[in-house]
Protein backbone atom coordinates (compact mmCIF):
# COMPACT_ATOMS: atom_id res chain seq x y z
CA UNK A 1 0.00 0.00 0.00
CA UNK A 2 1.42 3.68 -0.55
CA UNK A 3 1.71 6.16 1.30
CA UNK A 4 -0.64 8.22 -0.64
CA UNK A 5 -3.29 5.71 -0.06
CA UNK A 6 -3.00 5.57 3.94
CA UNK A 7 -2.86 9.38 3.52
CA UNK A 8 -6.59 9.13 2.00
CA UNK A 9 -8.02 7.01 4.17
CA UNK A 10 -6.51 8.23 7.35
CA UNK A 11 -7.97 11.53 6.14
CA UNK A 12 -11.86 10.37 4.73
CA UNK A 13 -11.89 8.02 8.34
CA UNK A 14 -10.71 11.38 10.38
CA UNK A 15 -13.77 13.81 8.19
CA UNK A 16 -16.36 10.35 8.65
CA UNK A 17 -15.74 10.67 12.54
CA UNK A 18 -15.78 14.59 12.56
CA UNK A 19 -19.31 14.35 10.82
CA UNK A 20 -20.50 11.42 12.41
CA UNK A 21 -19.35 12.08 16.60
CA UNK A 22 -21.88 14.09 17.70
CA UNK A 23 -24.61 11.85 16.46
CA UNK A 24 -22.51 8.82 18.93
CA UNK A 25 -22.43 11.40 21.52
CA UNK A 26 -26.26 12.46 21.51
CA UNK A 27 -28.32 11.10 24.51
CA UNK A 28 -31.64 8.85 23.89
CA UNK A 29 -33.75 11.00 25.58
CA UNK A 30 -35.85 13.42 23.87
CA UNK A 31 -36.10 16.99 25.58
CA UNK A 32 -39.86 17.33 26.79
CA UNK A 33 -41.84 19.31 24.65
CA UNK A 34 -44.67 21.34 26.50
CA UNK A 35 -48.35 21.13 24.48
CA UNK A 36 -48.61 23.73 21.70
CA UNK A 37 -51.62 26.48 23.65
CA UNK A 38 -53.59 27.85 20.99
CA UNK A 39 -54.69 29.97 23.02
CA UNK A 40 -55.41 31.21 26.48
CA UNK A 41 -59.02 32.23 27.60
CA UNK A 42 -59.21 35.66 28.99
CA UNK A 43 -60.68 34.68 32.09
CA UNK A 44 -61.94 31.72 33.90
CA UNK A 45 -64.82 31.42 36.07
CA UNK A 46 -65.43 28.12 38.48
CA UNK A 47 -68.68 27.12 39.63
CA UNK A 48 -70.77 30.00 37.46
CA UNK A 49 -74.04 30.90 38.01
CA UNK A 50 -75.28 33.34 35.63
CA UNK A 51 -78.76 34.88 34.26
CA UNK A 52 -79.35 36.68 31.15
CA UNK A 53 -82.16 39.23 30.45
CA UNK A 54 -83.94 40.16 27.12
CA UNK A 55 -84.84 43.63 26.06
CA UNK A 56 -87.87 43.60 27.62
CA UNK A 57 -85.81 43.11 31.16
CA UNK A 58 -87.78 39.29 31.32
CA UNK A 59 -85.16 36.19 32.12
CA UNK A 60 -84.00 34.98 28.98
CA UNK A 61 -81.79 32.49 29.87
CA UNK A 62 -79.76 30.66 32.82
CA UNK A 63 -76.52 29.25 33.00
CA UNK A 64 -74.61 26.97 35.70
CA UNK A 65 -71.24 25.36 35.01
CA UNK A 66 -68.49 23.87 36.73
CA UNK A 67 -66.63 25.70 34.89
CA UNK A 68 -66.14 28.54 32.01
CA UNK A 69 -63.82 30.00 29.92
CA UNK A 70 -64.28 32.61 27.79
CA UNK A 71 -62.14 33.49 24.68
CA UNK A 72 -62.87 37.23 23.65
CA UNK A 73 -60.93 37.59 20.84
CA UNK A 74 -61.85 33.96 19.39
CA UNK A 75 -65.50 34.60 19.90
CA UNK A 76 -66.93 31.91 21.82
CA UNK A 77 -67.13 30.61 25.23
CA UNK A 78 -66.36 27.16 26.62
CA UNK A 79 -67.77 25.38 29.60
CA UNK A 80 -67.95 22.28 31.64
CA UNK A 81 -71.06 20.42 33.00
CA UNK A 82 -73.04 23.28 32.06
CA UNK A 83 -77.03 23.37 32.82
CA UNK A 84 -78.56 26.17 30.20
CA UNK A 85 -82.20 26.95 31.27
CA UNK A 86 -84.60 28.84 28.72
CA UNK A 87 -87.10 30.53 28.61
CA UNK A 88 -89.76 32.28 27.17
CA UNK A 89 -93.54 32.84 27.52
CA UNK A 90 -95.17 29.38 26.91
CA UNK A 91 -92.09 26.96 27.86
CA UNK A 92 -89.07 26.75 29.85
CA UNK A 93 -86.61 24.17 28.56
CA UNK A 94 -83.39 22.94 31.12
CA UNK A 95 -80.25 21.67 28.89
CA UNK A 96 -77.52 19.83 30.42
CA UNK A 97 -74.78 18.20 28.97
CA UNK A 98 -70.67 17.22 29.90
CA UNK A 99 -69.49 20.37 27.70
CA UNK A 100 -70.49 23.34 25.65
CA UNK A 101 -69.39 26.11 23.46
CA UNK A 102 -71.24 29.33 23.37
CA UNK A 103 -70.58 31.34 20.11
CA UNK A 104 -71.32 34.82 20.22
CA UNK A 105 -74.20 34.76 22.94
CA UNK A 106 -76.47 32.97 20.23
CA UNK A 107 -75.00 29.32 19.21
CA UNK A 108 -74.72 26.46 21.66
CA UNK A 109 -73.06 23.49 21.16
CA UNK A 110 -73.50 20.90 23.56
CA UNK A 111 -71.47 17.74 23.43
CA UNK A 112 -71.81 14.27 25.77
CA UNK A 113 -74.96 13.07 27.43
CA UNK A 114 -76.87 15.62 26.14
CA UNK A 115 -80.04 15.92 27.97
CA UNK A 116 -83.29 18.41 27.12
CA UNK A 117 -85.90 18.46 29.75
CA UNK A 118 -89.32 20.62 29.21
CA UNK A 119 -90.00 21.81 32.49
CA UNK A 120 -93.82 22.03 31.53
CA UNK A 121 -96.19 20.40 33.56
CA UNK A 122 -98.22 17.46 31.22
CA UNK A 123 -96.50 18.16 28.10
CA UNK A 124 -95.81 15.56 25.45
CA UNK A 125 -92.78 15.66 25.69
CA UNK A 126 -90.67 15.35 28.83
CA UNK A 127 -86.85 14.59 27.57
CA UNK A 128 -84.58 14.70 24.53
CA UNK A 129 -81.92 12.70 24.81
CA UNK A 130 -78.75 13.11 21.97
CA UNK A 131 -74.73 12.82 22.44
CA UNK A 132 -74.58 16.33 20.59
CA UNK A 133 -77.51 19.17 20.42
CA UNK A 134 -77.22 22.79 18.60
CA UNK A 135 -79.05 25.21 20.14
CA UNK A 136 -80.00 28.77 18.88
CA UNK A 137 -80.80 31.02 22.20
CA UNK A 138 -82.25 33.87 20.63
CA UNK A 139 -84.48 31.85 18.32
CA UNK A 140 -85.02 28.89 20.26
CA UNK A 141 -84.43 26.39 18.28
CA UNK A 142 -82.81 22.73 18.90
CA UNK A 143 -81.28 20.27 16.12
CA UNK A 144 -78.86 17.53 15.91
CA UNK A 145 -77.49 15.02 13.45
CA UNK A 146 -76.84 12.77 15.89
CA UNK A 147 -79.29 10.01 17.07
CA UNK A 148 -81.82 11.23 19.94
CA UNK A 149 -84.00 9.43 21.70
CA UNK A 150 -87.68 11.68 23.03
CA UNK A 151 -89.55 10.49 25.88
CA UNK A 152 -92.92 11.68 27.13
CA UNK A 153 -95.13 10.72 30.04
CA UNK A 154 -96.43 7.18 27.35
CA UNK A 155 -94.53 7.44 24.68
CA UNK A 156 -90.62 6.69 23.77
CA UNK A 157 -89.28 7.77 20.05
CA UNK A 158 -86.20 6.73 18.84
CA UNK A 159 -84.92 8.63 15.41
CA UNK A 160 -81.62 9.93 13.87
CA UNK A 161 -81.63 13.86 13.65
CA UNK A 162 -83.89 16.86 14.99
CA UNK A 163 -85.60 19.61 14.53
CA UNK A 164 -87.25 21.20 17.33
CA UNK A 165 -88.79 24.73 18.27
CA UNK A 166 -88.69 25.10 22.17
CA UNK A 167 -91.25 27.88 21.92
CA UNK A 168 -93.73 25.77 21.22
CA UNK A 169 -92.64 22.43 21.35
CA UNK A 170 -92.81 21.71 17.60
CA UNK A 171 -90.38 18.45 17.37
CA UNK A 172 -89.65 17.06 14.05
CA UNK A 173 -87.47 13.81 13.47
CA UNK A 174 -85.30 13.64 10.54
CA UNK A 175 -85.00 9.83 10.51
CA UNK A 176 -87.76 8.28 12.75
CA UNK A 177 -86.62 4.81 13.44
CA UNK A 178 -88.98 3.62 16.25
CA UNK A 179 -92.07 4.93 18.43
CA UNK A 180 -93.29 2.74 21.28
CA UNK A 181 -96.47 4.05 23.22
CA UNK A 182 -97.28 2.69 26.99
CA UNK A 183 -100.21 2.35 28.54
CA UNK A 184 -101.30 4.15 31.58
Known sequence: ???????????????MVWLWYPYFTQSNVAP?????????PD???IELKQTTYDEQGKISHKVTAAKM??????????FEKPIFTLYNETQTWRINAD?????????????GNVVA???????????????NIEVDIK????RSEQPVVVTGPNLKIVGKGLEADLKTAVIKLINHTRTIYYDQ
Open 117 to 131: KNLVDNAMIDNINAD
Open 139 to 142: ALTM
Open 32 to 40: EQEPEVIAK
Open 1 to 15: MNAARVILSVLFIGC
Open 43 to 45: YTA
Open 99 to 111: EATLYEDKQLILE
Open 69 to 78: ELYQQLGFTF
